[in-house]
């Protein structure tokens, strides 16, 4: 069972930066899609990012030229580095991997970014 353990949250300005890291185990991580989901309170869980076997990215718009996805497929790491940080940027940040071939989901536990003005 694939296994996702994020860290690197934790509590910081407006404009300030936070470095995101989950590692995946349990995984032939080049068949997965990694990427990083959001849930602010009373808010539905929202795509933040995404980066696929290959290296392609996807980011919300919310987050363009502020975020950077990227994976180390030596590593089974996804990392999301996180610059020019909002208040509206406060959420838990789920780790999430994505089988390419039979799309099976899978979560981390989740870790707090919170953003003070």
């Known amino acids: 069972q694939v296994q996702l353990v994020e860290s690197g949250g934790g509590l910081v300005q407006a404009g300030g930066s936070l470095r995101l890291s989950c590692v995946a185990s349990?995984?032939?991580?080049?068949?997965?899609?990694m990427g990083w989901y959001r849930q602010a309170p009373g808010k539905q869980r929202e795509l933040v990012a995404t980066?696929?076997?290959?290296?392609?990215?996807n980011y919300a718009n919310s987050v363009k030229g502020r975020f950077t996805i990227s994976r180390d497929n030596a590593k089974n790491t996804v990392s999301l580095q996180m610059n020019s940080l909002k208040p509206e940027d406060t959420a838990v940040y789920y780790c999430?991997?994505?089988?390419?071939?039979?799309?099976?989901?899978?979560w981390g536990q989740g870790t707090q970014v919170t953003v003070s003005s």
């Open positions: 349990r995984i032939i991580f080049s068949m997965y899609v």
């Open positions: 980066v696929s076997s290959g290296g392609g990215t």
């Open positions: 999430n991997a994505r089988n390419e071939m039979t799309s099976q989901f899978t």
